[in-house]
Nanobody
Framework: QVQVVESGGGLVQAGGSLRLSCAAS????????MGWYRQAPGKQRELVAT???????DYADSVKGRFTISRDNAKNTVYLQMNSLKPEDTAVYYC?????????????WGQGTQVTVSS
């Protein structure tokens, strides 16, 4: 069974930084695109950043210039470096991995990690 697990969330003051990590584990799979999403109370889940296997990245306008997505293919891990955090960044952050395996070509989601930014 393939598992995707996030870590690194926490409580930080406005202007601070956090680094989120997401690792996929298991066997017999290949990870293609990966991404970070977030969901605040009362809001839809929104795309934060994506990265291809080759390293091409894209960002939501709300985080551009502040967040950086990266990945280590050897470790099956994707990271989200979050700088200059704002209270409006408060949300549960979810990692998504597009995984090819014997089960097919499917998206896998992590359990989410809470990020809270105080003003």
């Amino acid at each position: 069974q393939v598992q995707v697990v996030e870590s690194g969330g926490g409580l930080v003051q406005a202007g601070g930084s956090l680094r989120l990590s997401c690792a996929a584990s298991g066997s017999g799979f290949i990870i293609n695109d990966m991404g970070w999403y977030r969901q605040a109370p009362g809001k839809q889940r929104e795309l934060v950043a994506t990265i291809t296997r080759a390293g091409s990245s894209d960002y939501a306008d709300s985080v551009k210039g502040r967040f950086t997505i990266s990945r280590d293919n050897a470790k099956n891990t994707v990271y989200l470096q979050m700088n200059s955090l704002k209270p409006e960044d408060t949300a549960v952050y979810y990692c998504n991995a597009d995984i090819e395996s014997a089960l097919g070509y499917l998206p896998y989601w992590g359990q989410g990690t809470q990020v809270t930014v105080s003003s």
